[in-house]
């Protein structure tokens, strides 16, 4: 049997204070690379609330701007290999295949969720409570009035609107879309069958926006409404998130906390940076959250710009440390183990002239 919840949050809480240590010596890591240095970065809209806070405190802590664009994962990626940008965030990691012909490397900075919000008169954040088969119900349109008896069963005791469904999508490819449709699909056969899954679908019905920003915008601002956003966007946009009940009986609630204890859950069953994307997708166990991501920056391996390259890696070592404060933003930070292998990986993962760019001569 797998640890208590408490036992497992002790146990994360005393790493984050080993780190929080740790994090006061960021001002001396984070030197700036050089008097005109600069990193630009595109990609993930779900984890934008929070990459701008990070780059505000990253350029306190080192003089050293971090420009973000929210492109989405397939813009960011498009950006670097034009070159654009020094480093792209995606939600899906890339293929091996692409990796190797590109020439980049991939390695997780953060753990994000996939949210269903809600926007229903007198009912709060976290007092819903949607299955798989009632949310892709009511996200495809197949569910069309909150008072529908599917839903009262799963909420004895709440008082429902009688309001008619608007379902808010993702207009752009999305990350967030795959891993909510690859969950519905696996535990809704007629979802499977009828939108089946992937980071752009063919929604039957109801309200296209574009980025996690849009659909939260258009869920706070239309009664009836539900879609689905980055946790970042929950904090920044202070929804209403459901609860998820999964295939074993379990009911989860959205918090960083559980996205904390999904993620530890995850390193111990692949303890390989690697592997934690993938084994995030695993069902989840005794009330965590079930649809935990894995961000991941992308970079090349021979930068042409050596000196932006360190600081985006620097910029990087400043958010593995910044536990509390990415937990603040409503994602969890990397496990300890893998934060570490992830910054030890650096050392070999990139090169100039055939000599390791990282860690950075003092």
């Given at each position: 049997?797998?640890?208590?919840?408490?036992?497992?949050?002790?146990?994360?809480?005393?790493?984050?204070?080993?780190?929080?240590?740790?994090?006061?010596?960021?001002?001396?890591?984070?030197?700036?690379?050089?008097?005109?240095?600069?990193?630009?970065?595109?990609?993930?809209?779900?984890?934008?609330?929070?990459?701008?806070?990070?780059?505000?405190?990253?350029?306190?802590?080192?003089?050293?701007?971090?420009?973000?664009?929210?492109?989405?994962?397939?813009?960011?990626?498009?950006?670097?290999?034009?070159?654009?940008?020094?480093?792209?965030?995606?939600?899906?990691?890339?293929?091996?295949?692409?990796?190797?012909?590109?020439?980049?490397?991939?390695?997780?900075?953060?753990?994000?969720?996939?949210?269903?919000?809600?926007?229903?008169?007198?009912?709060?954040?976290?007092?819903?409570?949607?299955?798989?088969?009632?949310?892709?119900?009511?996200?495809?349109?197949?569910?069309?009035?909150?008072s529908d008896p599917a839903i009262a069963a799963l909420n004895p005791g709440l008082?429902?609107?009688?309001?008619?469904?608007?379902?808010?999508?993702?207009?752009?490819?999305?990350?967030?879309?795959?891993?909510?449709?690859?969950?519905?699909?696996?535990?809704?056969?007629a979802f499977a069958q009828a939108i089946g899954s992937g980071p752009e679908v063919?929604?039957?019905?109801?309200?296209?926006?574009?980025?996690?920003?849009?659909?939260?915008?258009?869920?706070?601002?239309?009664?009836?409404?539900?879609?689905?956003?980055?946790?970042?966007?929950?904090?920044?946009?202070?929804?209403?998130?459901?609860?998820?009940?999964?295939?074993?009986?379990?009911?989860?609630?959205?918090?960083?906390?559980?996205?904390?204890?999904?993620?530890?859950?995850?390193?111990?069953?692949?303890?390989?940076?690697?592997?934690?994307?993938?084994?995030?997708?695993?069902?989840?166990?005794?009330?965590?959250?079930?649809?935990?991501?894995?961000?991941?920056?992308?970079?090349?391996?021979?930068?042409?710009?050596?000196?932006?390259?360190?600081?985006?890696?620097?910029?990087?070592?400043?958010?593995?440390?910044?536990?509390?404060?990415?937990?603040?933003?409503?994602?969890?930070?990397?496990?300890?183990?893998?934060?570490?292998?992830?910054?030890?990986?650096?050392?070999?993962?990139?090169?100039?002239?055939?000599?390791?760019?990282?860690?950075?001569?003092?």
């Open positions: 049997m797998s640890p208590s919840f408490e036992a497992r949050w002790r146990d994360r809480v005393a790493a984050v204070l080993r780190r929080l240590a740790a994090a006061a010596v960021l001002t001396v890591v984070a030197a700036p690379a050089g008097a005109d240095t600069m990193v630009a970065g595109a990609g993930s809209a779900s984890v934008f609330p929070a990459m701008q806070q990070w780059a505000v405190r990253f350029q306190e802590a080192s003089a050293v701007p971090v420009e973000y664009q929210p492109l989405g994962s397939v813009g960011g990626l498009a950006q670097l290999d034009d070159g654009t940008v020094t480093f792209a965030i995606v939600e899906a990691q890339v293929e091996a295949k692409r990796l190797a012909g590109q020439g980049y490397v991939q390695f997780p900075i953060v753990i994000d969720a996939v949210v269903p919000v809600v926007n229903l008169p007198g009912v709060g954040p976290d007092a819903l409570t949607l299955d798989a088969e009632t949310l892709a119900g009511l996200l495809s349109g197949a569910v069309a009035r909150w008082s429902l609107p009688d309001l008619p469904v608007a379902p808010v999508h993702r207009a752009d490819p999305s990350d967030d879309t795959a891993r909510l449709t690859q969950w519905l699909a696996a535990g809704v056969p063919a929604w039957p019905g109801g309200r296209a926006a574009k980025g996690g920003a849009g659909v939260a915008a258009a869920v706070a601002g239309t009664a009836g409404a539900i879609g689905y956003v980055g946790g970042a966007d929950v904090a920044a946009a202070r929804l209403a998130p459901v609860k998820l009940k999964t295939a074993d009986g379990s009911v989860a609630s959205y918090s960083t906390a559980g996205l904390a204890i999904t993620a530890e859950a995850a390193s111990v069953a692949d303890p390989d940076p690697a592997g934690l994307g993938p084994a995030l997708v695993g069902e989840a166990d005794g009330g965590d959250w079930p649809l935990a991501v894995a961000a991941y920056a992308v970079m090349e391996q021979v930068p042409e710009d050596r000196d932006s390259s360190i600081a985006a890696l620097r910029f990087f070592q400043f958010v593995l440390a910044a536990d509390a404060e990415t937990e603040a933003l409503g994602l969890a930070p990397l496990p300890p183990a893998i934060a570490a292998a992830v910054e030890a990986s650096w050392a070999s993962g990139f090169r100039l002239a055939d000599k390791p760019i990282w860690p950075p001569a003092k």
